[in-house]
């Protein structure tokens, strides 16, 4: 080709067609990369948040009612449960209340009350009351009693328009602040918490008050989204990462596994204190949410105004996946007996 047979108007236009676009993509991932959410003390952040989630209906539908991850066993990994190609595997809501009953399972509760249920538990930082409804209808049944507490209103409202639905009249719901719960000492026989300590912001006043209420003798269990424990120190390209977890969904900070046995340890008030990860039982929640969506993407696509937003979520939900996958989360499974 000689000079005579290049057209340089066009190759004008594709060169700053292609700027253009190179641009229009950092732009949009300067965008996504800048927290939208962040953490703001005093202001209820976690409530407004969970508020708005309740009302858009996008989150129950895709994650049921249970707002936390689900638990894989490990036939259900080896046939690709949670993967693109293994979305129908194992059903995505059917993960989650798999965890409630392995959490029940696991905390030991009816081995620390003499091999009989709980009659009174404590569903702290409750959602819409998924766990809550499931701990009263098949984990002890109509002679217990389960509490949730959240602090949306929002939630509170759906959680009850649920049970009512369902027919579980021993589940109760309440708007409380888990850092100032209006309980009395010593009132129920299991405090139970999933995925709520992630937006605490005084760890130490979550598991003191978890404590306080908690009867002698009674179990203690948590399930909470962790860092990996320090030493070693964390690096500034994994704090860079943290940051970005903390603030695009209104979480204060995260602790580690260890600093939770710590706090639970501390109050003096605890025996029998232990700690387990189970980020290979639940990571591919992450993504299989995400593939629940690409297979089902009608109730986004018809409602435009929370596109932006969705695509917001599914970049997070892709972070907490390689955070966890990378070993800087770990997923914290904690249990105790109060001291009689």
């Not at 057209?7 to 965008?31: E, F, M, P, R, T």
């Not at 989630?53 to 049921?64: A, C, D, P």
């Not at 629940?292 to 939900?317: E, H, N, Q």
Request: aromatic content about 10%; some cysteine; overall charge negative.
């Amino acid at each position: 080709m000689t000079n005579r047979d290049i057209d340089y108007g066009k190759q004008l236009v594709a060169s700053v067609a292609g700027l253009a676009l190179a641009a229009g993509i950092l732009k949009v991932k300067k965008v996504l990369d800048t927290p939208s959410r962040t953490y703001i003390p005093g202001e209820n952040t976690v409530g407004a948040e969970y508020d708005a989630w309740t009302e858009e209906e996008i989150l129950e539908y895709y994650w049921g009612e249970h707002i936390h991850l689900g638990y894989y066993r490990d036939e259900d990994l080896a046939k690709g449960a949670g993967t693109l190609l293994g979305h129908r595997v194992k059903d995505f809501i059917e993960a989650k209340e798999d965890f409630v009953d392995e959490m029940y399972a696991w905390s030991g509760v009816e081995a620390n009350n003499g091999g009989t249920k709980p009659k009174k538990i404590l569903d702290v930082g409750c959602g819409i009351g998924g766990a809550t409804r499931r701990l009263a209808s098949k984990c002890v049944g109509p002679d217990s009693q389960v509490t949730g507490i959240t602090l949306s209103s929002k939630q509170a409202a759906r959680a009850t328009a649920l049970a009512e639905r369902q027919g579980i009249p021993n589940a109760d719901f309440q708007v409380m602040d888990a850092l100032a719960m209006t309980f009395e000492d010593d009132t129920f026989d299991m405090v139970w918490a999933c995925e709520s300590g992630e937006h605490m912001p005084d760890k130490k006043k979550y598991v003191d008050e978890m404590v306080r209420v908690l009867k002698p003798g009674g179990t203690l269990v948590i399930a909470t989204w962790c860092q990996r424990h320090a030493p070693p120190e964390l690096t500034a390209v994994e704090k860079s990462k943290l940051q970005f977890l903390y603030d695009e969904w209104a979480h204060p900070y995260f602790i580690s596994i260890k600093d939770y046995c710590s706090l639970a340890t501390d109050t003096g008030a605890m025996t029998r204190v232990e700690g387990d990860d189970w980020t290979k039982q639940t990571i591919v929640s992450w993504r299989h949410s995400i593939w629940a969506g690409v297979y089902d993407p009608i109730p986004v696509f018809s409602r435009p105004k929370i596109w932006y937003k969705t695509l917001r979520d599914i970049v997070c939900l892709e972070r907490m996946r390689r955070a966890f996958g990378e070993g800087l989360m770990q997923y914290g499974m904690i249990r105790g007996v109060k001291k009689e």
